[in-house]
Each structure stands twice: as structure tokens, then as C-alpha cells.
């Protein structure tokens, strides 16, 4: 049997290391992760440089440029699609293209708060109230008929220059210079991106790569009607197996 001396020990060898615990918080316990920033969740990040790093940037480029996708660091083009129509691209994405939906009411991972937080930024980061300088574009969105036919005619005054007299660029001509442009009527090019997107770089222009807009290159802008032949044209183009399939067995 333990004399009283040693239990009295013992007993203030536990009320020591309560109290030591009590002072210095569990964190001092082994096993116990230590202090450290509180991680927030996911549908709770509300700033946008951070909202648009994590689901925008890796397409349309850092500073909204220079990305695989449309640049949105382009005023022409926010002033013609608008915060509405930036807003429901966001949210529904691109049909027929490769830019999903973010929504979660769409099947995406945002909510409503940050989807809007993502547009009202965009606009505020890369708009400018004077970049259509009273001018007319042809709406975002085609509502009239096309007809490839007259798009081909349309593409020859406004647009060969550039792209070549059938669209197949000049990246082998060896007096282009730094100035090689590719095909835009290659099948797997036509493949990866939507009728409306060559259609909002028609009407914007590529500032990051030198295209101009709608006003620039012709004689007379483009009309509504133009814009949307040429597109026709360009997506007549498409093939059902673009690039090269495996063959079959």
C-alpha cells in the first residue's frame, strides 16, 4: 500500500498538469492539431481577384487576357454582351461550346451572391463607359436569319485580308512575318468553340492579338446581317470527325 506521502505526490502532480492545460489550452496536448487560420468555406468567398482566379483565370488568362477563351479584358465586348448577358453565360454557360455552367442552380459549384460578384467584377475591372463611342454594334446574340452563301462574300471584304481568302490563314505564307495567323475554318478549331463565341469575336475584335472590332477593318462596318452570314459561313466548315479519328475494326 502507497503511503500518504506518495499519494499527495501524485495528486499534485495531476493538479499541476490541469492547471498547466487550463493555461496553455489544449493546443499543448499531443495528438491536438496547433492554432492556425480559419479556413473558410467555399460558398462563403465573396471577394472577386479570388473568385475569378479559382474559376476564371486558367481560361481566359490572368488579368483576362491571353487566355484559350475570349478575353475578357476587352471593353468592346463587355459593352456589347452586357452585365445581364455576362451574368447568364456565368450561369448557364455556352451551349454548344466549352464554357460550362458555374451556377449551382445550373449544376455548377457558385452561388447565386458569387456568380453576380464574378460579373459586377468583371466589368468594373476590365469596362469602360466610352468603348462603343456612340456607336451601333450588331446586337450580342444573332436573331436573324443567315445565309452562308452571302456570308462568304461578307468574309472576303471584311475579313481575308487577314485570315486568308478562304480562312486558312497565312501561317505558311513566309512574307507574313510575326503576323501568322492559322486557320480558322480547321475542323477541330471549329470543334472547340460555339457559334457564339466567333460570333462576340467578330463583333468585339481580339485587342490581346492585334483583331479589330466590328468598325475596323472595312470599308463600312459590319452589319447585324454580315456578322451573321459569316458566321454561318465559318460554321459550315465543321465536319462530324474533326482532327483525325482512330480508325475503325
Known sequence: MRSA???????????????????????RIPGRPGPGPEVIRPDEVLDFPTLYKENCAACHGANGKNGAAISLANPVYLAVAGEATIHQIITKGVPGGLMPAFAKSSGGSLTDRQVAIIAQGILQQWGTPDALAGANPPPCAATLPANADNGQQAYTTACARCHGANGEGNAGDPNAGAGKLGSIVNPAYLALISN?????IVIAGRP??????????????LTDQQVTDIIAWLASKRTNEPGQPYRSH
Open 196 to 200: 457564339q463565341d466567333l460570333r462576340s
Open 208 to 221: 490581346d492579338e492585334g483583331m479589330p472590332d466590328w468598325r475596323s477593318d472595312a470599308a463600312q462596318p
Open 5 to 27: 506521502p506518495h499519494r499527495l505526490a501524485v495528486f499534485g502532480t495531476l493538479m499541476l498538469s490541469a492547471a498547466c492545460i487550463a493555461v496553455t489550452g489544449c493546443s
